[in-house]
Protein backbone atom coordinates (compact mmCIF):
# COMPACT_ATOMS: atom_id res chain seq x y z
CA UNK A 1 0.00 0.00 0.00
CA UNK A 2 1.09 3.49 -0.73
CA UNK A 3 1.53 5.77 2.02
CA UNK A 4 2.84 9.36 2.26
CA UNK A 5 6.75 9.81 3.87
CA UNK A 6 7.39 13.00 5.11
CA UNK A 7 11.30 14.21 6.21
CA UNK A 8 12.73 17.30 7.16
CA UNK A 9 11.96 17.79 10.43
CA UNK A 10 14.55 19.17 13.26
CA UNK A 11 15.25 21.07 16.45
CA UNK A 12 15.98 24.72 15.82
CA UNK A 13 15.79 28.50 17.48
CA UNK A 14 13.17 31.30 17.35
CA UNK A 15 13.70 33.10 13.79
CA UNK A 16 15.36 30.37 12.05
CA UNK A 17 14.03 28.22 8.85
CA UNK A 18 12.91 24.68 8.56
CA UNK A 19 12.28 22.74 4.95
CA UNK A 20 9.75 19.74 5.09
CA UNK A 21 9.32 17.20 2.18
CA UNK A 22 6.75 14.48 1.36
CA UNK A 23 6.33 12.13 -1.63
CA UNK A 24 4.25 8.80 -1.72
CA UNK A 25 6.41 5.64 -1.16
CA UNK A 26 4.94 3.56 -4.24
CA UNK A 27 4.09 4.69 -7.57
CA UNK A 28 0.54 4.43 -7.78
CA UNK A 29 -0.74 7.55 -6.29
CA UNK A 30 -3.51 9.99 -6.98
CA UNK A 31 -4.50 13.03 -5.51
CA UNK A 32 -5.79 16.69 -6.43
CA UNK A 33 -4.49 18.27 -3.80
CA UNK A 34 -1.49 18.19 -1.02
CA UNK A 35 -0.82 19.76 2.15
CA UNK A 36 0.30 19.81 5.55
CA UNK A 37 -1.29 19.61 8.85
CA UNK A 38 0.20 20.25 12.27
CA UNK A 39 -0.49 19.16 16.19
CA UNK A 40 0.84 19.95 19.20
CA UNK A 41 0.06 17.67 22.49
CA UNK A 42 -3.70 19.34 23.65
CA UNK A 43 -4.26 20.82 19.91
CA UNK A 44 -6.57 19.46 17.35
CA UNK A 45 -4.67 19.25 14.41
CA UNK A 46 -5.24 22.11 11.69
CA UNK A 47 -4.40 23.29 8.22
CA UNK A 48 -0.86 24.93 7.64
CA UNK A 49 -1.49 25.12 4.03
CA UNK A 50 -2.47 23.36 0.87
CA UNK A 51 -1.86 23.24 -2.50
CA UNK A 52 -4.28 22.17 -5.61
CA UNK A 53 -2.63 20.89 -8.22
CA UNK A 54 -4.77 21.87 -11.49
CA UNK A 55 -4.63 25.37 -10.66
CA UNK A 56 -1.59 25.88 -7.94
CA UNK A 57 -3.95 27.87 -5.41
CA UNK A 58 -2.25 27.72 -2.07
CA UNK A 59 -4.33 28.32 1.08
CA UNK A 60 -2.54 28.99 4.21
CA UNK A 61 -3.47 29.09 8.02
CA UNK A 62 -3.52 32.32 9.03
CA UNK A 63 -0.75 31.64 11.97
CA UNK A 64 1.71 30.80 9.21
CA UNK A 65 0.74 33.33 6.36
CA UNK A 66 3.49 35.06 5.23
CA UNK A 67 6.26 33.39 6.74
CA UNK A 68 5.91 29.58 5.33
CA UNK A 69 5.52 28.32 1.76
CA UNK A 70 4.14 25.18 0.19
CA UNK A 71 5.21 24.15 -3.37
CA UNK A 72 5.15 21.12 -5.17
CA UNK A 73 5.31 18.57 -8.19
CA UNK A 74 2.32 17.64 -9.07
CA UNK A 75 3.28 14.75 -11.62
CA UNK A 76 5.41 13.62 -8.48
CA UNK A 77 2.39 14.05 -5.98
CA UNK A 78 5.81 15.86 -4.31
CA UNK A 79 4.90 18.41 -1.68
CA UNK A 80 7.20 20.96 0.16
CA UNK A 81 7.01 23.40 2.80
CA UNK A 82 9.44 26.26 3.20
CA UNK A 83 8.78 27.74 7.17
CA UNK A 84 10.29 30.56 7.75
CA UNK A 85 10.97 33.16 11.14
CA UNK A 86 9.66 30.00 12.84
CA UNK A 87 8.71 30.95 16.49
CA UNK A 88 8.08 28.59 19.44
CA UNK A 89 3.95 28.41 18.74
CA UNK A 90 4.96 26.20 15.29
CA UNK A 91 6.31 23.62 17.67
CA UNK A 92 4.26 20.42 15.94
CA UNK A 93 4.25 17.35 14.37
CA UNK A 94 3.84 18.29 11.09
CA UNK A 95 1.89 15.79 8.78
CA UNK A 96 1.35 15.59 5.15
CA UNK A 97 -1.80 14.87 3.96
CA UNK A 98 -3.79 14.30 0.46
CA UNK A 99 -6.61 14.08 -1.41
CA UNK A 100 -8.61 13.06 -4.33
CA UNK A 101 -10.96 16.14 -4.08
CA UNK A 102 -10.27 20.04 -2.91
CA UNK A 103 -8.89 21.70 -0.49
CA UNK A 104 -10.32 21.51 2.79
CA UNK A 105 -9.62 23.06 6.67
CA UNK A 106 -11.06 19.47 7.89
CA UNK A 107 -8.40 16.63 8.14
CA UNK A 108 -11.49 14.27 7.70
CA UNK A 109 -11.46 15.12 4.36
CA UNK A 110 -8.25 14.32 3.33
CA UNK A 111 -7.64 10.38 2.24
CA UNK A 112 -3.93 10.21 3.22
CA UNK A 113 -1.93 10.87 5.69
CA UNK A 114 2.01 10.67 6.38
CA UNK A 115 3.39 9.28 10.05
CA UNK A 116 4.45 13.06 10.80
CA UNK A 117 7.79 14.72 11.49
CA UNK A 118 8.58 16.51 14.82
CA UNK A 119 9.57 20.19 14.62
CA UNK A 120 10.76 22.13 17.62
CA UNK A 121 11.45 25.51 18.08
CA UNK A 122 13.10 26.80 21.29
CA UNK A 123 12.65 30.56 22.34
Known amino acids: QTRLVESGGGVVQAGDSLSLSCAPSGRSFRSSAMGWFRQSPGKERELVAGIRWRDGLTVYGDSVMGRFTISGEAGQHSVFLQMNNLQAADTAVYYC????????????????WGQGTQATVSS
Open 97 to 112: AATVFGISRYPGHWGS
